[in-house]
């Protein structure tokens, strides 16, 4: 990790999920593609339902060479780790439509703020 400058105000950490086009995309049946997206959507939301993700959405915009990020979201558990565990467990990414990066995201303490997300109590 790379040493971060002098602040004079806190920072919020959160885990940035970055879904990509898998390589099995081209290549599934659209049979199959449809029920994997219907089986991702499902994990997304069940891992939403547990308040493991704040938020997650897709992004729309033209297509950009090497392959362009088609969804993101948030979760603040803690751990890139654990995140990129259960965002392998989706179904989509385990059949390759689907890749996923985990990544460190920070801002401003108090500068997010997500009313629609459960949170465990």
Do not use: K, N, W
Request: glycine share 10%; with cysteine.
């Amino acid at each position: 990790m790379t040493d971060r400058p002098q602040l004079d105000f806190a920072l919020d950490t959160y885990e940035c999920i970055v879904l990509y086009p898998g390589p099995a995309g081209p290549v599934l049946p659209q049979e199959t593609v449809q029920r994997l997206q219907a089986e991702h959507l499902a994990h997304m939301q069940a891992l939403q339902r547990r308040g493991l993700v704040l938020v997650a959405g897709s992004i729309d915009g033209p297509a950009r060479e090497p392959a362009p990020p088609i969804g993101i979201g948030l979760a603040r558990t803690g751990s890139v780790d654990d995140v990129r565990t259960v965002m392998e467990a989706d179904p989509a990414v385990q059949a390759g439509l689907y890749q996923v990066d985990v990544l460190t995201f920070l801002c401003p303490a108090g500068a997010l703020e997500f009313p629609l997300a459960r949170t465990e109590g």
